[in-house]
């Protein structure tokens, strides 16, 4: 438990820190901040051509749609846009996969994933999923 909620503050940490990492650099005219480049989280390697797709928003109600049905080894396309600063849902866990895709603002995500085997699968937020949704595979 200790090692998970240090785990936890390393996160918050981190994304908290992203904004900031810039070294000190010698003063210059007139020159914007270069906007953090966000990497499109692809978590699952394979493309999934053909997949199913499922759009996911996070709202101030959090995931919406917050239960999601599939078919067990059907290839899903989540397409998740994040509309909302109202939550800490910036990040996107899927339970028992090592898929974490960070949810930059207003900005599409896809995520494919392919569920192995029937049952329910939480989602959500990178702490602990306090905010989160359910992928019912069957
Ligand atoms: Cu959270």
């Known amino acids: 438990m200790r090692t998970f909620i240090a785990l936890i503050a390393v996160i918050t940490i981190t994304a908290c820190k992203k904004d900031e990492a810039k070294a000190p650099e010698p003063v210059k005219a007139v020159e914007a901040p270069k906007a953090v480049e966000v990497k499109p989280a692809v978590a699952d390697a394979k493309p999934a051509a053909g997949a199913r797709v499922v759009e996911l928003k996070v709202t101030e109600d959090g995931f919406v749609p917050g239960n999601v049905t599939l078919k067990n080894n059907e290839p899903v396309k989540f ?11 910036t990040e996107l866990l899927i339970s028992g996969t ?10 599409p995500v896809e995520i494919a994933w392919t569920p192995t085997k029937a049952g329910q699968v939480k989602f959500g937020c990178a702490m602990d999923m306090m905010v989160s949704g359910m992928l019912l595979v069957e």
């Open 98 to 107: 090592d898929i974490k895709a960070e949810l930059p603002l207003n900005k």
């Open 79 to 89: 397409i998740v846009t994040r509309t909302t600063d109202a939550t800490c849902a």
